[in-house]
Structure formats: C-alpha cells, structure tokens
C-alpha cells in the first residue's frame, strides 16, 4: 500500500489552473509536514511548496503568487491550487510527508520521509 496517494494531474493549456490533492492513509508516523515536489525531466527534484500542522507553509520562489498549499491535519490530506500555469511547471508532481524530528530545510528533499507516487502536470502552450 502506497502511504501517500496524488490525484488532480492532467493537461491544461497555459495560463490556466490545477488543483492537486493527496491522501495519507497507513504511513506509520505522525505527519509534521506535507509537502509537495516536482521534478521535470532532466532536472533535480524540487519543493514547490510545504506545510506544516501547524500551519506554517513554505513556497518555491517559482510558484510564489501562483500557488497556495492548504492541509486538513485531521484527515491528512493536502491540497495544491496551482493558478497562471506556465509550460516550464510541467513535471511529475509528487506528494511528501515528514514526521516531527526530520530537518526542516523543506527544500532538500531528503527532509521528507515518505513520498507518493507522482502525478503527471503537462502544461501547454
């Protein structure tokens, strides 16, 4: 069973919007963070932005004004609206979680101590 499960990916023309979520379900901790990374080809894995319980919430400065992260703690969901999308936020976009403990430096991905699947965002232009 897959800890985190993403949903939401697909094709959209540029300029226009996304929302992607997660589910945690099984993950064998109590979830710090969530956060979401996206990786396109031939490039690093990168944060796109994080969120903590307590609701604190980090941002890529490529994404600032475009995205919002939110979480519902009691759940363990995630959700990311991704708004103005431009050809280059084209990526597998994967959803990561931390327990309490792990670094805090959300862009090394190596903060995250379990990760999802990865969904497919295709922005065209």
């Known amino acids: 069973q897959v800890p985190l499960v993403e949903s939401g990916g697909g094709l959209v023309q540029a300029g226009g919007s996304l929302r992607l979520s997660c589910a945690a379900s099984?993950?064998?901790?109590?979830?710090?963070?969530m956060a979401w990374y996206r990786q396109a080809p031939g490039r690093q894995r990168e944060l796109v932005a994080a969120?903590?319980?307590?609701?604190?919430?980090v941002y890529a400065d490529s994404v600032k004004g475009r995205a919002t992260i939110s979480r519902d703690v009691a759940d363990d969901t995630v959700h990311l609206q991704m708004n103005s999308l431009k050809p280059w936020d084209t990526a597998v976009y994967y959803c990561?979680?931390?327990?309490?403990?792990?670094?805090?430096?959300?862009?090394?991905?190596?903060?995250?101590?379990?990760w999802g699947r990865g969904t497919q965002v295709t922005v065209s232009s």
């Open positions: 990561a979680a931390a327990p309490h403990g792990y670094s805090t430096d959300y862009h090394d991905p190596k903060s995250m101590g379990s």
């Open positions: 969120i903590t319980d307590d609701g604190t919430t």
């Open positions: 099984g993950i064998g901790f109590s979830i710090n963070v």
